[in-house]
């Protein structure tokens, strides 16, 4: 099972991620604003599971906010 890392602070909400995970389990964390405003992006603790460690959001993420671990 693969885990995903966001560094919250860094996001944009660009939401680049999100269209890239092929799962489509990366979402906007609406329920939290980080330090530069943004609703930054997560992956909710029961659909982790479910991530097949592509690394497709981190490689498209501009910021290197994501880290994925395999």
Request: contains cysteine; glycine residues 6%; hydrophobic residues 40%.
């Amino acid at each position: 099972m693969a885990k995903v890392i966001f560094n919250e602070d860094l996001c944009k909400g660009c939401e680049l991620c999100v269209n890239a995970c092929p799962k489509k389990i990366i979402e906007m964390d609406l329920g939290k604003i980080n330090v530069k405003g943004y609703h930054p992006a997560t992956i909710k603790p029961e659909n982790m599971d479910k991530c097949i460690g592509c690394a497709f959001c981190a490689m498209m993420c501009p910021d290197t906010v994501i880290t994925v671990i395999k």
